[in-house]
């Protein structure tokens, strides 16, 4: 029989992830959680066992635990004060008696990669993840404590704030601790080492430092990220007069990552975190390709957007792609910066109709509003040394995956449904212009019109919100005038 899984902290951003990985791996799996709604739109929720409840409340802890073989304990707070290590506690001894009562087999937790100092000079955060692994470990089941720093990897709230830092700032005055030692470790790898520790052996009670194969700066990681992304070397003058707390305000006022999770963050930054040793592989070896390099994990974390995989692949998919791409789950302010332009418009035409009048964008047909805006885009595409409008389109009628129109390229072809166009004119970032069709229940269609932008570098969104007032021009019109063209063709011809 499968052996059954409890994760804790499906809703975060690893949990979220490892849910897939076990049910692929042939584990059943049970999930706690304090909000079931909020995974309802993940692919595997139909595969888990549910329960409703909190880990801090012992009768829902014994009832999550039971027959339970693993279970994975990946429940964080990132909320400041004294009362952050009282609860922490808390909840670590309530789950941890249950687990004890319940038979389970073993705990797995994932915490803070820890300096090297007295306890007393760590941050309160990274002092309360320190003391639930200790809690965990004297609980009576066997447990192992992975211990990371900065997890590499789309959605990930260190990696975030590393992105918008990155790409937002071509110059930056930084607190000193940008020059401070960290281990990044690729998602993929921790994710690895948490299925893996499902079969460590009974007698393995122990806390290992987990980290990726290099030791870098923060700041060489901005300048490591920024060539990866393809932005230009970043320029970084550390100082000293920004505390932790002033630190974690210019993060939030420069990044979308929220104060109350940056300062947790800056503060564990104050201290070196490297491993201190690879005991790990021991009893987990390292892959035979090795364990994932920065700019590798940095590569992957970004293809969301490279592949303008920006929300299509979650309906759909039965399990999820990559550990470094986005989920549902994840925070709003995660995945890097998406500026939309988003109109729909209701139609009696059928899907097949709209379809049609989709399909013959660009061209010798135009793009069904603000022809003059239009053609002053293209001159200046030309200018800059972009192809401008001159290209056409090779049928005037019909597209094909590939397919030339003007300064876009067709990515995606899903007729009736489905036309996706991605971006080649010369500009600060990456683009598409989706339309996608839906029938209505009484008939007719819903046309959904969406504009996308990625900016890259501060030149990006500086470009983003100078084009956008001519949006007001150009998009409503065209999504109007897809549909009045559709209509025409829906009306009998008179005799």
């Given at each position: 029989?499968n052996?059954?899984c409890?994760?804790?902290?499906?809703?975060g951003y690893?949990?979220?992830?490892l849910?897939?990985?076990l049910?692929?791996?042939?584990?059943?799996?049970?999930?706690?959680?304090?909000?079931?709604?909020?995974?309802?739109?993940?692919?595997?929720?139909?595969?888990?066992?549910?329960v409703?409840?909190d880990?801090?409340?012992s009768?829902a802890?014994?009832?999550?635990?039971?027959?339970?073989?693993?279970?994975?304990?990946?429940l964080?707070s990132?909320?400041?004060?004294?009362e952050?290590e009282?609860?922490?506690?808390?909840?670590?001894?309530?789950?941890?008696?249950?687990?004890?009562?319940?038979?389970?087999?073993?705990?797995?937790?994932?915490?803070?990669?820890a300096?090297?100092?007295p306890?007393s000079?760590?941050?309160r955060?990274?002092?309360s993840r320190?003391e639930?692994?200790?809690?965990?470990?004297?609980?009576?089941?066997?447990?192992?404590?992975?211990?990371?720093a900065?997890?590499?990897?789309?959605?990930?709230?260190?990696?975030?704030?590393?992105?918008?830092l990155?790409?937002?700032?071509?110059?930056?005055?930084?607190?000193?601790?940008?020059?401070?030692?960290?281990?990044p470790?690729?998602?993929?790898?921790?994710?690895r080492?948490?299925?893996?520790?499902?079969?460590?052996?009974?007698?393995?009670?122990?806390?290992?430092?987990?980290?990726?194969?290099?030791?870098?700066?923060?700041?060489?990681m901005?300048?490591?990220y920024?060539?990866?992304?393809?932005?230009?070397?970043?320029v970084?003058?550390?100082?000293?007069?920004?505390?932790?707390g002033?630190?974690?305000?210019?993060v939030?006022l420069?990044?979308?990552?929220p104060?109350?999770?940056?300062?947790?963050?800056?503060?564990?930054?104050r201290?070196?975190?490297v491993?201190?040793?690879?005991?790990?592989?021991q009893?987990?070896p390292?892959?035979?390709?090795g364990?994932?390099?920065?700019?590798?994990?940095?590569?992957?974390?970004?293809?969301?957007?490279?592949?303008?995989?920006?929300t299509?692949?979650?309906?759909?998919?039965?399990?999820?792609?990559?550990?470094?791409?986005?989920?549902?789950s994840?925070?709003?302010w995660s995945?890097?910066?998406?500026?939309?332009?988003?109109?729909?418009?209701?139609?009696?035409?059928?899907p097949?109709?709209?379809w049609r009048a989709?399909?013959?964008?660009?061209g010798?047909h135009?793009?069904?509003?603000?022809r003059?805006?239009?053609?002053?885009?293209?001159?200046i595409?030309?200018?800059v040394?972009g192809?401008g409008?001159?290209?056409?389109?090779?049928?005037?009628?019909h597209l094909?995956?590939?397919?030339?129109?003007?300064?876009?390229?067709?990515?995606?072809?899903?007729?009736?449904?489905?036309?996706?166009?991605?971006?080649?004119?010369k500009?600060?970032?990456?683009?598409?212009?989706?339309?996608?069709?839906?029938?209505?229940p009484g008939?007719?269609s819903l046309?959904?019109?969406?504009a996308?932008?990625?900016?890259?570098?501060?030149s990006?969104?500086?470009?983003?919100?100078?084009?956008?007032?001519f949006h007001?021009?150009v998009?409503?019109?065209?999504a109007?005038?897809?549909v009045?063209?559709a209509?025409?063709?829906?009306?009998?011809v008179?005799?």
């Amino acid at each position: 029989m499968n052996r059954l899984c409890l994760v804790t902290g499906a809703t975060g951003y690893v949990g979220g992830r490892l849910v897939p990985r076990l049910l692929e791996a042939g584990f059943r799996v049970r999930v706690l959680a304090r909000h079931p709604e909020r995974l309802r739109d993940m692919p595997w929720y139909p595969h888990v066992e549910v329960v409703a409840g909190d880990a801090g409340d012992s009768a829902a802890a014994r009832e999550a635990l039971a027959g339970v073989d693993v279970a994975y304990y990946l429940l964080h707070s990132l909320q400041v004060g004294p009362e952050l290590e009282i609860e922490e506690r808390r909840v670590a001894q309530v789950f941890s008696a249950a687990a004890r009562e319940e038979g389970v087999g073993r705990i797995v937790y994932l915490g803070g990669l820890a300096p090297q100092v007295p306890k007393s000079k760590m941050s309160r955060h990274m002092r309360s993840r320190v003391e639930v692994g200790e809690i965990l470990r004297m609980s009576g089941v066997p447990t192992v404590e992975f211990r990371a720093a900065v997890i590499i990897g789309s959605g990930s709230a260190s990696f975030e704030m590393l992105r918008y830092l990155t790409e937002r700032l071509p110059a930056m005055i930084t607190p000193r601790w940008v020059r401070q030692k960290t281990q990044p470790i690729a998602v993929r790898d921790v994710l690895r080492y948490l299925i893996l520790a499902a079969d460590l052996p009974p007698d393995v009670n122990e806390a290992f430092d987990i980290g990726g194969p290099e030791v870098m700066t923060y700041e060489s990681m901005m300048h490591r990220y920024a060539s990866v992304a393809g932005l230009p070397k970043r320029v970084i003058l550390p100082i000293n007069m920004l505390s932790p707390g002033l630190s974690s305000h210019w993060v939030g006022l420069v990044t979308p990552v929220p104060r109350r999770i940056a300062r947790p963050l800056v503060e564990s930054l104050r201290h070196p975190a490297v491993c201190r040793d690879h005991a790990i592989a021991q009893f987990i070896p390292d892959p035979p390709e090795g364990l994932l390099p920065f700019d590798t994990a940095v590569g992957l974390a970004l293809t969301r957007v490279r592949d303008a995989e920006v929300t299509t692949r979650w309906s759909s998919a039965s399990v999820p792609g990559a550990p470094s791409d986005p989920l549902p789950s994840d925070p709003t302010w995660s995945g890097g910066s998406l500026y939309t332009d988003v109109r729909r418009v209701s139609t009696p035409a059928s899907p097949e109709q709209v379809w049609r009048a989709v399909e013959r964008i660009g061209g010798p047909h135009g793009w069904y509003s603000a022809r003059f805006l239009w053609e002053v885009r293209g001159v200046i595409d030309r200018v800059v040394g972009g192809v401008g409008l001159r290209r056409g389109r090779r049928d005037p009628d019909h597209l094909l995956v590939g397919d030339a129109v003007d300064f876009w390229r067709v990515e995606e072809r899903q007729p009736p449904v489905l036309l996706r166009l991605r971006a080649e004119m010369k500009m600060p970032g990456l683009a598409w212009l989706e339309f996608r069709i839906e029938p209505q229940p009484g008939g007719g269609s819903l046309l959904t019109q969406r504009a996308i932008f990625h900016p890259r570098g501060l030149s990006g969104h500086a470009y983003w919100w100078s084009v956008a007032p001519f949006h007001g021009f150009v998009f409503p019109g065209m999504a109007a005038h897809v549909v009045d063209e559709a209509e025409r063709a829906a009306l009998p011809v008179s005799a």
